[in-house]
């Protein structure tokens, strides 16, 4: 995890720690996704497709601790997740 500063608080730093975290669980997701449209392979893409859901559960895990630790983002979270109106109603 690269950082552009060294005098970081310990606040800042686990923020950092979850957020690169998701990244990571998300790029998961993507490369499972792409070898589960790959394979011919039937077992193993049921394995890719348990594992790949799998990640999915890590990043929400991941999500779920940045909205308890970051409250921007948790006034964010409630202002447009689960909402069924247009998406261009939902930013400022
Ligand atoms: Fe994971």
Redesign the pocket.
Known sequence: MGYIETNVDEKTTDLSRARQSLI??LQ?IMWYDERISATKNKALREVLMHNRD??KE??MLLLEWMRRNDVPLNKKIKEILGKSKDLSKLWD
């Open positions: 990571e669980e998961a799998d990640e890590h990043a």
